[in-house]
């Protein structure tokens, strides 16, 4: 298995080497910008600066007039998961993981690449209020499942609130996502509260007694484990610190329970996911110390989007909340460069912190901010490089590197294409004629 | 936020003139429909632009606007919404698009805008002057219900997004009747109404029974609409012969502008085989089409080019239709109907993200659109698509003055809109999301 792994590796598209793109302006958002070169070594950057010697044998990117920004980090995704996003049978299934469900041939890693995003944080959806397992990928597209998983990253647990777990389980209300969800607690605010409550004392017994019998057996005395249960091992890790809260919600009063919720059971909220009316009580979530992933400016598409403002960035940032802004979609990823542009134009942040909100923010929230998120020596080469600024409606991604290697580029994908069009021909007609083929065989041959 | 206010002086000498003219003084404008003037004045009377030059000056007592280093732009038009019509998108009681029934062209989308809609103050803040407000946001049958095909809509309203009323609002009350045109295709989400699931063609998945099936009921439809068709016609002649039985009929009443040519069918056709027989059965009944929200242009372009007929394109912020299209199908599909000579407008489709068409040109400039044809795809082409452009959609003497003074170039999402006017009054560009930023940024 081992040796398999090895080999696929090795066949990876253009292994790691040592390169150096020249001068680029580059937004390094951590150490300010710079006009220079960016020296990749073995997947790391180098090192950044206005003039590096080029080594012997290193591969050049000239990138005049351009501009190179970290690899952006979508803190919110669903893409690459062939659509398992809500278990949706019972309120808190947390013994699901996306992890089991990587689709590495989604097209959608492919279109995200091509966008600038390097890494995402694939969850599941918020028909449950708690929904399940999540993972941090990096967008290597062509690689394995097992080759997407962002090594090291911590797990997450995603909990949703409000209008989404409570539909699932109101017949009277739309049902969650399309398919018809027969009744279901919860179905209110309240009971979306208690839900989170019951499963939190349970998980907290159930602490107790393995606490009991690891105590038992240290000690020497007989004892027989507690049968283990799966729903209950995450919300454990989450009460230990080993496992990150990221949590669904939009109105304030529903983020202010789960911070309430989090004091009284001793764990924290590390991000709220969307919390479009976390403006509201944005000291209380500094106080706390939660992130906060929004949309830059999704409103009025439900009622618990009525007072969603494209504001809420900027003044959750102004209050100390640390700040990213995340697609929840596959196309908006595409443009979370210009998604950044308007906190700039909605609160006037600065060009540095909007850049920030895609980058080394959502590295933060994700806890990989060690490896990713801005450009400095040491850290992961995962880097795009943009015609033009990238705050710009008109910067368009030239090639986006993950761990030093090219996984996009858009020279070659415009060369590209006539070929890909020449094959996609030739298998249309393929079938064409197996169709014709099949048409003149008898009947009752083919199965 | 800054307050853009103090950046300009609005000197009011002795008050406003009695015909609300003002002067916006040494301002570049961009006229679109010709080139950029450096250091000009536009007056404006009447709600009108009067005049606009160098040495325009201010007539005695008419306040000004020193606009020095500022942009002058005509307003934008959206040329697909649901604004006024629909507020929270998943709350039933407040969505009054999609009334049930196939045929419905005698319904008006402009009696039932709602002028206080909280979108529209959100929408206008970022540059949109006026919009085109549809009756249906999808197939029809009322929303999120039966899911009952609905082939005609209702007429479709252009209207200025200010006004104490939706009287005061129409700039053309009844701009263009919809039909949503059967389809064999896959996708065509939002407007295109068109049914999933069933191939193109049979070389698409080999499934030449379901093809054959879904042919067939793509053929009973286009008939079903033919006789429709048919129906107004009799009934246009009748009413012009006066026969002793002729009766008055709300349903062909409403068809007779299209009938005569007067307004156009704005038809969802996102597909080339749907493309394609739109433009046929157009040419059959000898009436104007606007084709809303085609995709597969590269097939139809050519078509529609020879036929003369308008496009409004869809979000260029949009995932290619197939899994094997190129990752930037959308963002290119503006520059292709550019490069084949098909006339286009931008519509957003949409009332949430209606406020980012801009944007969505802007995009469509990054990947091949020259820049002068984004902005009057968001301005001109608007105003002659929906036949208004003796009245919107460019700085010219005699128009509204649907103006914006911008610090920069509209379609760039930092730039500033810091006035804007409709029919030469100011509006006020503060929104549910501007005051609940200023209440809330404010809590200790």
Known sequence: MKILMALALSLAPLGAQTLIIQNATIMT??????????????????????????????????????????????????????????????????????????????????????????????????????????????????????????????????????????????????????????????????????????????????????????????????AIPPRKDLRLEPLVEVLEGKREVHCHGYVAEELLMMLRVADDFGFRVNVFVHGLEAYKIAKEIAERGAGVSTFSDWWAYKMEALDAIPYNAAILQKKGVVVSINSDDAELMRHLNTEAAKIMKYGGVSENDALAMVTINPAKQLQI????????????????????????????????????????????????????????????????????????RPTGRQG | MKLFGLMLCAALVGGAASNGAFLIRNADVYPVTGPEMKGVSVLIENGKIADIGPKVVAPKGVPVVEAKGLRVYPGMIDSSTALGLSEVESVRETVDTGELGEF???????????????????????????????????????????????????????????????????????????????????????FGGEMPGIPETPAETGVTGAASQARRTYDEQIATINRFFEDARNYQKAKAAKSLDFRTDLKYEAMLPVLEGKIPLAVSASRATAIHDAVQFAEKQRIKIVILQPRDLAKAAAELKEKNIPVILGKVLALPQNEDDPYDASYTLPAEAYKAGVKFAFGSFDNQFARNLPYQAATAVAFGLPYEEALKAVTINAAQIWGVADQVGSIEKGKWADLLITNGDPLETQTEIQRMYIKGQEVDLSSRHTKLYEKYVKRP
Do not use: C
């Not at chain 1, 397992?133 to 609130?161: H, S, V, Y």
């Open chain 1, 369 to 440: 901010d060690k490896r990713v998120g801005s450009i400095e020596a040491g850290k992961d080469a995962d880097l795009v490089v943009y015609d033009k600024d990238p705050l710009s409606n008109y910067a368009k991604v030239q090639k986006v590197l993950i761990d030093g290697t090219v996984y996009f580029d858009r020279d070659k994908e415009m060369s590209g294409r006539a070929a890909k069009q020449a094959e996609k021909q030739k298998l249309i007609e393929k079938e064409r004629q197996n169709q014709q083929q099949q048409r003149q």
């Open chain 1, 29 to 222: 958002v951590t150490k300010g910008t710079l006009k220079g070169s960016v020296l990749v070594k073995d997947g790391k950057i180098a090192e950044v600066g206005e003039k590096i010697l080029v080594p012997t044998g290193a591969a050049v990117i000239d990138a005049t007039g351009q501009y190179v920004i970290p690899g952006i980090i979508d803190s919110h995704s669903h893409i690459a998961l062939g659509g398992s996003v809500n278990e949706g049978s019972i309120s808190d299934p947390s013994m699901v993981d996306v992890r089991d469900v990587i689709d590495p041939e989604d097209i959608g890693i492919y279109r995200a690449l091509a966008g600038g995003v390097t890494t995402i944080h694939a969850l599941h959806g918020s028909a449950d209020s708690i929904g399940g397992q999540t993972i941090t990928l990096k967008m290597r597209w062509g690689k394995d499942a097992q080759g997407l998983i962002f090594e090291g990253a911590p797990p997450g647990l995603k909990f949703a609130l409000g209008e989404n777990p409570k539909r699932a389980g109101n017949p009277s209300g739309r049902t969650g996502m399309g398919t018809a969800v027969t009744a279901r607690y919860p179905a209110t605010r309240m009971g979306v509260e208690d839900a989170i409550r019951q499963s939190f004392t349970e998980a907290k017994a159930y602490q107790a007694e393995w606490a009991d019998y690891r105590a038992k057996a240290a000690r020497g005395e007989r």
């Open chain 2, 104 to 190: 419905m062209p005698q319904l008006r989308a402009l009696a039932s805008i709602n002028p206080a809609s909280e979108h529209f103050p959100v929408v206008r803040a970022n540059g949109i002057t006026s919009v085109m407000t549809f009756p249906a946001l999808g197939g029809g049958g009322g929303r999120g219900g039966s899911g009952a095909r609905q082939f005609i809509s209702g007429e479709a309203a252009l209207i200025h997004t200010d006004g104490w009323t939706w009287e005061e609002m129409s700039i053309k009350g009844n701009a263009a009747v919809h039909l949503v045109f059967p389809s064999l295709g896959r996708g065509g989400r939002g």
